[in-house]
């Protein structure tokens, strides 16, 4: 059974900055495309950012520029640095895990980002 929790979120001021860790157990993320989504109250959730297997990246608009994120196949871990925080960037974040033949999704639970003064 593939697991995958994240860590990392917290209060943060305008400006800021905050690393989000997300920790895959029971099965090797090699296979698995890693994504961070954020859904904010009253919002639909959103892609913020992914990274394939091989370390291609892409990025929502909003945060390019700002965030990275990052895979480190050989601990099964995927981060997210995020830098010059707004206050729209307030939101629960999640980790995703979806294969990249069986398209499979594995979701944690997710992490309170609050960006505020």
């Known amino acids: 059974q593939v697991q995958v929790a994240e860590s990392g979120g917290g209060l943060v001021q305008p400006g800021g900055s905050l690393r989000l860790s997300c920790a895959v157990s029971g099965s090797t993320i090699n296979n698995y495309y890693m994504i961070w989504y954020r859904q904010a109250p009253g919002n639909q959730r959103e892609l913020v950012a992914g990274v394939t297997s091989s370390g291609s990246t892409n990025y929502a608009g909003s945060v390019k520029g700002r965030f990275t994120i990052s895979r480190d196949n050989a601990k099964n871990m995927v981060y997210l640095q995020m830098n010059s925080l707004l206050p729209e960037d307030t939101a629960v974040y999640y980790c995703?895990?979806?294969?990249?033949?069986?398209?499979?999704?594995?979701w944690g639970q997710g992490t309170q980002v609050t960006v505020s003064s």
């Open positions: 995703n895990a979806e294969h990249t033949i069986y398209l499979t999704k594995y």
